[in-house]
């Protein structure tokens, strides 16, 4: 099952945007789901993740971004505050692909990549 974003735009630093992530078709199975971003000419890197242990954040993000979901909704929420320029980049959601999640945040255990949507914030 495909996942898929949207939300993404162009804000000015200090400015907020919510990401949202819901399964195409389906309901989200995984005991994980992480939000990554890519930058151009920069790696995937990980910004949040939510599961039973509740949510993590990399330090570049934590305080800023809060990651939830709505059951109800099947859908994942990104919401980012005070953005800065170096926010920029596209955003992706991904599922957990194991069975127990144990707090990884290696893009490589995640899987059912969405075609990300872009963010970006000006100064």
């Known amino acids: 099952v495909q996942l898929v974003e949207s939300g993404g735009g162009s804000v000015q630093a200090g400015g907020s945007l919510r990401l949202s992530c819901a399964p195409s078709t389906g309901t989200f199975s995984s005991p994980a789901v992480a939000w990554f971003r890519q930058a151009p000419g920069r790696e995937r890197e990980f910004v949040a993740a939510?599961?039973?242990?509740?949510?993590a954040y990399p330090g570049s993000v934590k305080g800023r971004f809060t990651i939830s979901r709505d059951n109800a909704k099947n859908t994942v929420w990104l919401e980012m505050d005070s953005l800065k320029s170096e926010d920029t980049a596209v955003y992706y959601c991904?599922?957990?692909?194991?069975?127990?999640?144990?707090?990884?945040?290696?893009?490589?255990?995640?899987?059912?990549w969405g075609q990300g949507t872009q963010v970006t914030v000006s100064s």
């Open positions: 991904a599922a957990f692909q194991g069975i127990t999640y144990t707090g990884s945040v290696r893009d490589t255990d995640f899987g059912s």
């Open positions: 939510i599961s039973s242990r509740g949510a």
